[in-house]
Structure formats: C-alpha cells, structure tokens
C-alpha cells in the first residue's frame, strides 16, 4: 500500500517552454501533497504543500507565477514548471499524506533544460 | 527556522560491519523519520518514530527518538552491498506538518 507514482520520469525541454509533472497516490486518498526539488549532492528543499481544493502554499523563495501547483483531486496534483529555462533543471519529487504523519514520496521526475 | 545537522556526510565500510548515523536539531520535533533513497528515485521510508526515548527495529535496521527530542540516531547491523544509498533523517513538528530533512549520509558498502 501507500504507492505514489509521478509522470514523466524524466523530462528534456527547450528553455522558454512549459513542462508539466503529474503525481498520483494510487491506493490511498492524499489530502495533502508536497513538492520538492533536489539538486544533485544535496537534500530535499520544499517548494509548496498542496490541499486538495485549495491554493498551495509556497515556500519562502519560490516563484507562485513559475511553480504553478494544482491539486483537484485527491490522488492527483500537477507541477507546471512555466517558461523553464537551464537552472530550473533538477530532481522534482512529491509525496502525499493520507491523513497520519507519515509521507509516500514519488519516484521523482528528473527535468532538463536545454 | 529548523535546521537538522546529519552526520556523518559519507561512510565508506566494509561488508558486514555496523553503521550508525545521527540527527540533531535545534529544537523540538515530535516526529522522527528515517528514509532511504537510491540514485535516480524517491526516498523510501525506513522507520518513524513518534515518541521521545522510543527504540525501533526494522529488520536490521534500529532507530531512536532522543529523550530531548532534538535528536534521533540510525544503527544498521551487519551491512551488506544493497544497503549502500543516501539515508535522510527528518522531522516533523506536528502532525501533518512540513518534514525538515537532514543533509543525508552516503553510505557505501565494498563487499
């Protein structure tokens, strides 16, 4: 149980361009999910927390208009990396919570911008 | 805001040896989670621990939630080759809150 999926696994796009990264919670109804970004050699940084319903929350210093975060369901939330460009190229990882402490993390999305 | 200081950066050991890693924090969590990640994946829970003083195997693997609850410590017994990863101590404050991650301890396993 608690499987969390993201899609696509990977990602090269033009700089400039949009990108979208779904993550689904498969067996489980996920009233919150995270967004996270990790650079290469280093942990995870939080960008935002998304409630099914409602806006997400984004963490200090990173961009709303950039990071666009959409959470309708209660197994889907979407990541739109808008007008990508080199340095946003990086490892984006969600996870969900079903209601108790603990977080299911996805299998991560490797994005590149060329 | 929180900050988690993992250590050690890297292990480098040989096949069979036990391994220990820790966490400390500036302040308080009331939840502690260990987690590993493979290359090229997301981190995988390993343990969690949600009371101070409380010890917790899984498998080989024993976690515990310091008294102060401003840290918790990873042993892994008898290593073996595909324990080798990057292991991510983090904590929580309250339930459902953002989880603060450590720096990450990379462990390598020569058989």
């Known amino acids: 149980g608690a499987v969390v999926s993201q899609h696509p696994s990977w990602v090269i796009c033009k700089s400039g361009t949009s990108v979208k990264i779904e993550c689904r919670s498969l067996?489980?109804?996920?009233?919150?999910m995270f967004w996270y970004r990790q650079f290469p050699k280093q942990s995870l940084m939080l960008m935002a927390t998304?409630?099914?319903?409602?806006?997400?929350?984004?963490e200090q210093g990173v961009e709303k208009d950039k990071f666009l975060i959409n959470h309708a369901s209660l197994t889907l939330s979407t990541l739109t990396v808008t007008s990508a460009h080199p340095e946003d190229s990086s490892f984006y990882i969600c996870?969900?919570?079903?209601?108790?402490?603990?977080?299911?993390f996805g299998p991560g999305t490797r994005l590149t911008v060329t | 805001g929180q900050q988690l200081n993992q250590s050690p950066q890297s292990m480098f050991i040989q096949e069979g040896e036990d391994v220990s890693m820790n966490c400390t924090s500036s302040?308080?969590?009331?939840?502690w989670l260990w987690y590993k990640q493979d290359p090229g994946e997301g981190p995988v829970l390993l343990i969690a621990?949600?009371?101070?003083?409380e010890l917790t195997s899984n498998g080989r693997l024993t976690a515990q939630f310091g008294i102060t609850r401003k840290d918790s410590f990873l042993n892994i017994s008898a290593s073996i080759p595909s324990d080798v990863g990057i292991y991510f101590c983090?904590?929580?404050?309250?339930?459902?809150?953002?989880?603060?991650f450590g720096e990450g301890t990379q462990l390598t396993v020569n058989p």
């Open positions: 302040s308080i969590f009331n939840t």
């Open positions: 998304s409630n099914e319903g409602s806006k997400a929350t984004y």
């Open positions: 996870s969900a919570r079903a209601g108790g402490y603990e977080q299911y």
């Open positions: 983090a904590g929580q404050e309250t339930s459902g809150s953002r989880l603060t």
């Open positions: 067996d489980f109804q996920a009233t919150t």
């Open positions: 621990l949600y009371k101070a003083g």
